[in-house]
């Protein structure tokens, strides 16, 4: 059963905490993307990753960070620097490098509230 | 960078009824325009997309047309049931040599109400 797993649906942050969301993703896509959306707002870019240890920042990456060691995995830690958390958090993949089309592939995404 | 502009916000339409989306983009560069479809409290869902070199794109009940000269694209609804209800986003990217810059730049969102 392919597709793009997050973890955990629920998450809450205790001011000056660091907290990790996971993504993984067996679909052998190349790519993904973390997004952020707020009520009322499309999806903002926060990073994205076209190649294993690899990553460029998006429109908003201040008070974020990522990591890519593995193609199936790209977690984001929120940081005690991101003064205003409180979000849906999606990430996504997609296979552009081989051809694969352009299409990217959303997962169901991580509720982060701050407590 | 690039800008997308989606209307209308809301829309509430009777079973049955046609729905319309549009959207304006302002990097003429842009290539590759996706629809998703979101429900509540999912991840969004890619619906229908169009390539620039096309005008017109259609699947089943749902079709999207794209105006190039005028830097617009509309997602248009036919037939529409009730379980069409969700936020759509539209979207825009630059594909260059077969890949991308990564950046899709999403449109606000629209809350498509369908009424039985």
């Known amino acids: 059963d392919g597709g793009i797993t997050q973890s955990p649906k629920y998450l809450f942050r205790k001011e000056g905490q660091n907290v990790t969301l996971s993504c993984e993703q067996n679909?052998?896509?190349?790519?993904m993307y973390w997004y952020r959306q707020d009520p009322g707002q499309g999806l903002r870019l926060i990073y994205y990753?076209?190649?294993?240890?690899?990553?460029q920042k998006g429109d908003i990456a201040e008070g974020y960070s990522v990591s890519r060691e593995k193609k199936e995995s790209f977690p984001l830690t929120v940081t005690s620097a991101q003064k205003n958390p409180t979000a849906f958090y999606l990430c996504?993949?997609?296979?552009?490098?081989?051809?694969?089309?352009?299409?990217?592939?959303f997962g169901p995404g991580t509720r982060l509230l701050v407590l | 960078g690039e800008n997308v502009e989606q209307h209308p916000s809301t829309l509430s339409v009777q079973e049955g009824d046609s729905a319309v989306i549009k959207c304006t983009y302002s990097?003429?560069?842009?290539?590759?325009f996706p629809w998703y479809k979101q429900e509540l409290g999912k991840g969004p869902q890619l619906i229908i997309d169009?390539?620039?070199?096309?005008g017109e794109k259609k699947d089943q009940r749902i079709a999207v047309t794209l105006n190039k000269t005028a830097k617009h694209f509309s997602l248009h609804i036919t037939e529409t049931q009730p379980e069409d209800s969700a936020v759509y986003f539209c979207?825009?990217?630059?594909?260059?040599?077969?890949?991308?810059?990564?950046?899709?730049?999403f449109g606000q969102g629209t809350i498509l109400t369908v009424h039985p």
């Open positions: 996504a993949s997609s296979g552009l490098l081989r051809g694969q089309g352009e299409t990217q592939y």
């Open positions: 679909l052998n896509h190349d790519a």
């Open positions: 990753s076209q190649i294993v240890n690899d990553f």
């Open positions: 990097d003429s560069a842009s290539n590759y």
């Open positions: 169009i390539r620039s070199n096309v």
């Open positions: 979207a825009a990217s630059l594909i260059a040599g077969g890949t991308s810059y990564g950046k899709l730049t």
